[in-house]
């Protein structure tokens, strides 16, 4: 099945670890994102990349890391830097082309971490 | 600054009882107005996108339309499996097209 892929679903991080969250695209777009949800929040916008070997900070990049080596792949990482690391977690793909007019956005099932 | 505001925030309807729910935007190049509709857990599902004034697009009870400042999600005959939060997001020309969400909408439709 054609799709965007996050794993693992829960995950527990204590103070002062990295943790790195997983997404994986089969969808063959170019362009992915990664949102933050807190409860009551709108979705937040973390990083994103429009192609490969590329990336750019969104809104609440501070104390995250990305990498984009691959199309299909764009991890998360959660460093000990982000103070509040405790939410949810949704990985993002979209074709992605510049000059096609608006593109879609299509989400994954979300992670959850949690502070323990 | 670009915002997205939705109202109400939760909304409580019966069965059958129809409604609509409210998202609206002040941003510069406005390439796309989304709806998603989002069950507790699970990330968000793709519903409609609008792109210019006077635009109205359906699927099964929803219905969407846009204006100027503004986009509605008019939902018709309600079911209870209809219950979920709808989120609105903007689409502008930077930030390599991602969304500008509002807080969203949390609908309950009880039998």
């Known amino acids: 099945d054609g799709g965007i892929t996050q794993s693992p679903k829960y995950l527990f991080r204590k103070e002062g670890q990295n943790v790195t969250l997983s997404c994986e695209q089969n969808l063959n777009h170019d362009a992915m994102y990664w949102y933050r949800q807190d409860p009551g929040q709108g979705l937040r916008l973390i990083y994103y990349s429009q192609i490969v070997n590329d990336f750019q900070k969104g809104d609440i990049a501070e104390g995250y890391s990305v990498s984009r080596e691959k199309k299909e792949s764009f991890p998360l990482t959660v460093t000990s830097a982000q103070k509040n690391p405790t939410a949810f977690y949704l990985c993002?793909?979209?074709?992605?082309?510049?000059?096609?007019?608006?593109?879609?956005?299509?989400f994954g099932e979300g992670s959850w971490l949690t502070v323990v | 600054e670009d915002q997205v505001t939705q109202s109400p925030e939760a909304l409580r309807l019966q069965e059958g009882e129809s409604s609509s729910l409210n998202c609206s935007y002040t941003v510069s190049g406005l390439r796309g107005l989304f709806w998603y509709r989002q069950d507790p857990g699970k990330g968000p599902e793709f519903l409609f996108t609008?792109?210019?004034a006077g635009e109205e697009k359906e699927k099964e009870r929803l219905k969407a339309t846009l204006t100027k400042k503004e986009s509605f999600l008019h939902i018709t005959a309600p079911k209870p499996e209809d219950s979920a939060t709808y989120l609105c997001a903007v689409q502008v020309g930077y930030s390599g097209y991602a969304l500008n969400f509002g807080k969203g909408t949390s609908l309950l439709v009880t039998p």
């Open positions: 609008l792109y210019s």
């Open positions: 993002a793909s979209s074709i992605g082309a510049p000059g096609q007019g608006s593109n879609t956005i299509y």
